[in-house]
């Protein structure tokens, strides 16, 4: 699991060292990061907090502080395992594969309330551990809430980063889900995790259902696809 006081600039810098040294990624300067948060505070008001999707990992581990979550729904993206991960779930020994959001569709997760004093220090926290490679874009976004539409931010899928997986076949997502691991944990649990939270709100997610078959499928001995 993922814990707020990982999240810290002297822990991004280590991840960043190691990546770099395996040739994985280049990632971003704190500068730059930096640079990418402020441009989207300046999108928002922040009188009344600011709501943030999560459709991962951030629906059982959000790790930032928030004041409540309600069901929520995002139109023109969907859920996608599309982002290699060599590290967190993954490693140059065993890479993985974790979610992002894609263009097309719409997707049901959670969305978190951050409270107005806090925008500051939670967005803070959010940055280092969404954009250290910049394979993410963070948008400002509608969330449909229940009876409401608000304004809120969410992380979208790079399409030009080098993380980016286009064209990526259902037998290769079965066998980086099945393999990855890394220190936050494996790919396999992550799916569960992400299927299970799911569950618990009574969406059911197709897509990622038929994932979870197809691993249980090949630890029966089944193939691949």
């Not at 590290?87 to 263009?103: F, N, T």
């Not at 569709?105 to 910049?134: K, Q, V, Y």
């Not at 569950?199 to 979870?212: F, G, I, P, S």
Request: aromatic share 8%; charged share 30%.
């Amino acid at each position: 699991m993922l814990v707020r006081e990982e999240l810290t600039r002297e822990r991004i810098d280590k991840l960043v060292r190691e990546a770099e040294k395996h040739g994985l990624f280049k990632a971003l300067s704190h500068d730059e990061r930096e640079a990418t948060r402020q441009a989207f505070l300046r999108q928002i008001d922040p009188a009344n907090g600011l709501w943030v999707f999560g459709y991962g990992s951030l629906l059982w581990n959000p790790a930032f502080h928030y004041t409540e979550w309600q069901p929520a729904r995002l139109h023109g993206f969907r859920r996608r395992f599309c982002l290699s991960a060599s590290i967190g779930r993954g490693s140059p020994e065993k890479p993985g594969l974790m979610l992002a959001l894609d263009h097309g569709g719409s997707c049901n997760g959670r969305a978190f309330h951050i409270a107005p004093e806090e925008i500051d220090s939670e967005t803070d926290i959010l940055w280092m551990r969404e954009m250290i490679s910049g394979a993410y874009h963070a948008r400002l976004v509608n969330i449909h809430l229940r009876g409401r539409i608000v304004k809120g931010l969410t992380f979208v899928i790079n399409r030009r980063h080098s993380r980016y997986l286009r064209d990526i076949t259902l037998e290769e997502k079965i066998r980086l889900l099945s393999t990855g691991e890394g220190h936050l944990g494996s790919c396999r649990e992550y799916l569960n995790n992400t299927v299970a939270n799911l569950d618990a709100m009574n969406v059911k997610d197709r897509y990622l259902h038929e994932l979870q078959q197809r691993l249980r499928a090949l630890d029966r001995g089944g193939d691949l696809a």
